[in-house]
């Protein structure tokens, strides 16, 4: 194993730079791959397909731009701005955990805490923005719930 960290070491510039504390540093940088990764995949803008709040149909969240741009998202319809702010991920919880800390406009400003799934060309989302003194959602179940929303977006081509 020590032979495999040296070889690992040896190659890339990252390790190499760690010095002799490399088993930590591994796991550190596996974990920023992995957020980048996660990140990238949402990297983009999204349709909003269909929405719910507290379980009711919500047809004016229908049609809304959610834009994912390295740590910074906004929300838009017909091209005013909504929401923005910055987001963070936590693609190792289960379910996978998305926060958005809303500082653009006056309209719910505050931080979403929420829940995704991107599968491809689509992506769910499940948050507290309606009431943010409610818990970040334990699943997609709960957004039938009162105070919270959940918006099914594909990606825009």
């Not at 791959?33 to 983009?44: F, I, M, P, Q, V």
């Not at 719910?108 to 818990?135: F, H, R, S, V």
């Amino acid at each position: 194993m020590w032979t495999k960290g040296i070889e690992m070491e040896r190659h890339n510039p990252i390790v190499r730079s760690a010095g002799s504390n490399t088993n930590v540093d591994l796991a550190h940088v596996a974990t920023a791959e992995t957020t980048a990764h996660r990140k990238t995949e949402l990297d983009g803008t999204w349709i909003a397909q269909d929405a719910t709040v507290a379980g009711v149909r919500a047809p004016q969240i229908i049609g809304q731009h959610l834009t994912f741009d390295g740590d910074r998202f906004r929300i838009t319809l017909d091209g005013k701005l909504r929401y923005g702010g910055q987001f963070s991920l936590n693609p190792d919880a289960a379910p996978r955990t998305i926060d958005f800390n809303q500082s653009e406009t006056d309209i719910l400003a505050g931080i979403w805490q929420g829940i995704y799934e991107c599968m491809g060309d689509k992506l769910t989302i499940c948050d507290n923005a309606p009431d943010m003194t409610k818990p970040r959602p334990a699943g997609f179940d709960q957004a039938s719930a009162e105070g919270y929303v959940r918006v099914n977006f594909t990606r825009r081509r």
